[in-house]
């Protein structure tokens, strides 16, 4: 059986330098390089300080999507899950949510990309760009959890 690869982005956003806000953009920076490593073309990486509604028109070319981002919320180390168009408009410290850019990819686009917002929890906000030791721990359960889902999710589409 022949097919091609599902389209991954994995979409890591925050501020590195505000400590644990990079979580995200340090996440897809290691995703970027196991996938270089292992020569996959079907797996891309983009990061950004915020989301924004010019983000909707990129995932238009994707089947997966990952939203990664840092958390102040109690978690324990990281929370997977599965990602809803909404287009619930809310202020908060990113521009825009993940949920309201997949509602603009289906309403522009007519595209709904299966999608997941993976939050990383981090323990300091300061401006500096070293994050703390509890981060680096949940940065590292973060990775592996994205590389098992993606090596569990790259079977050929026919």
Known sequence: ???????????GYGNPGRQDDGLGIRLAEEL????????????STDTNYQLNVEDAAGLANYDL???AD??????????????????????????VSPAFILHLCHEIFNHKPEAYLLHIRGYEWEFMEEMTEGAGRNLVEAVNRVK???LEYSTPIV
């Open 32 to 43: 970027d390089q196991w996938c270089a490593n292992h020569h996959w073309q079907h797996v």
């Open 1 to 11: 059986m022949t097919g091609k690869l599902p389209n991954i982005l994995i979409y």
């Open 70 to 95: 840092a958390s102040r919320e109690n978690i324990q180390s990281i929370s997977f899950d599965r990602l809803l168009p909404s287009a619930k408009t809310e202020f908060t410290m990113h521009a």
């Open 148 to 150: 098992q889902f993606i």
């Open 65 to 67: 999507v990952i939203f």
